[in-house]
Each structure stands twice: as C-alpha cells, then as structure tokens.
C-alpha cells in the first residue's frame, strides 16, 4: 500500500492548477485525504465570500487523491461525475477538506468531500459536501518519439 500513497501524494503535489490555489495536502491514508487553503482575496468572489469554484475544485482534487490511495500502479482516476450542495457561504481564514472513499472499485470508485471554513480560533463550520464518482482507467502508454 505504501507505494499507493506515495503516488497519491505525487498525484496531489504536481497539479499546476492545484498549486496555484494553494492548496495544501493535511492528511493521507488509505481511501482519505484531507486538504487545506488559506484563504486569501484571490479565493473571494465579488460579495467577498470564497468562490464556489475554489470550494468546488478542492472538494473534487481531495477525493481523486483519496481515491488513488487504493488503485494500482498502473492505474489513474477521472472525475465521471461530480455534485455539490454549497450549504451556507463560507468565509474564514481556511478551507479544510475531508475526503473519503465510500465505495472503491474496478470501473467507477465513489467518494466523498466535506468543505470546513475554519476561523481564527480554528473553529470549522460545514459550507459545503461533494459527492464524486471516479472513473479507475489505466494510464496511457507514453511512446518514444
């Protein structure tokens, strides 16, 4: 398994996008991820409230991460399908996510991602929870050229 998380932590760590963000990998183990952004005004949307693209886009990174924890070497993931119920604007000094496989398998491996705004006391508030189903491909054959 070991193997697993470390290409799951080289799957989190090499998105361009992702790290643009700033998002930050908190926690990994078998079938979970939890992930963290501090917050800044280029993650607002014009009311000041954090962009539900940002929340969007770290509910679905974590649970792909998650998700790679418990697929094979010669494997990788694709969002199939991916729903999000934003409960309440978020607003604070963190995003946190927790993501967690709820049922992994051959073809398709659902997940599912909790969105936390945390404030200056660390106290989190759910704002927002995804539900993610992967597609479980095997990576393309790179050819000499």
């Known amino acids: 398994m070991q193997k697993s998380i470390t290409e799951a932590r080289r799957v989190f760590d090499v998105a361009p996008f992702i790290a643009d963000l700033g998002c930050k990998l908190e926690q990994l183990e078998s079938g979970i991820c939890h ?74 491996t659902v997940a599912e991602s909790e969105v936390f705004a945390e404030d200056e006391n660390k106290k989190q508030r759910l704002v927002a929870k995804a539900t993610v189903t992967l597609a479980v491909m095997n990576k393309p054959q790179i050819e000499d050229q």
């Open 35 to 108: 992930a963290s952004i501090e917050l800044t005004e280029k993650h607002q949307q014009q009311d000041g409230f954090v962009h539900a693209g940002v929340q969007a886009t770290l509910a679905d990174h974590c649970a792909g991460t998650a998700a790679v924890t418990l697929i094979g070497d010669h494997q990788m993931v694709l969002t199939a399908e991916f729903k999000i119920n934003l409960l309440r604007a978020a607003k604070g000094k963190r995003l946190v996510c927790k993501s967690s496989v709820l049922k992994p398998g051959r073809v398709l």
